[in-house]
């Protein structure tokens, strides 16, 4: 069954850290950008982060940088999102997807996730 599975969510305090796994099943992650997307209640869907599909770049949006980091496993079919201090704002579904995304997180998935659930709460 060809998916994309999102994995590491959870709930964390302000300040704290959780990495987010993106696993694919039944195709070549290798094959493809990836990109990272969130989108909390009653807002908009919005990009976080992108890799080329062989991590030649990446590119985060602006409120991330410096605290999230991605990264990607070719051998292990993943892409990672290691998230540090983290904030309330930040709380929000995740998704992953692969496809077509150029150096700006422009593009398409092919693939998408289901989402894990970011919950950052004291």
């Known amino acids: 069954q060809v998916q994309l599975v999102e994995s590491g969510g959870g709930l964390v305090q302000p300040g704290g850290s959780l990495r987010l796994s993106c696993a694919a099943h039944g195709f070549t992650l290798g094959y493809y950008a990836v990109a990272w997307f969130r989108q909390a209640p009653g807002k908009e869907r919005e990009g976080v982060s992108c890799?080329?599909?062989?991590?030649?770049?990446?590119n985060y949006e602006d409120s991330v940088k410096g605290r999230f980091a991605i990264s990607r496993d070719n051998a292990k079919n993943t892409v990672y999102l290691q998230m540090n201090s983290l904030k309330s704002e930040d709380t929000a579904v995740y998704y992953c997807?692969?496809?077509?995304?150029?150096?700006?997180?422009?593009?398409?998935?092919?693939?998408w996730g289901q989402g894990t659930q970011v919950t950052v709460s004291s």
């Open positions: 997807a692969a496809g077509n995304f150029d150096n700006n997180c422009s593009g398409y998935g092919d693939y």
């Open positions: 890799i080329s599909s062989t991590a030649a770049w990446s």
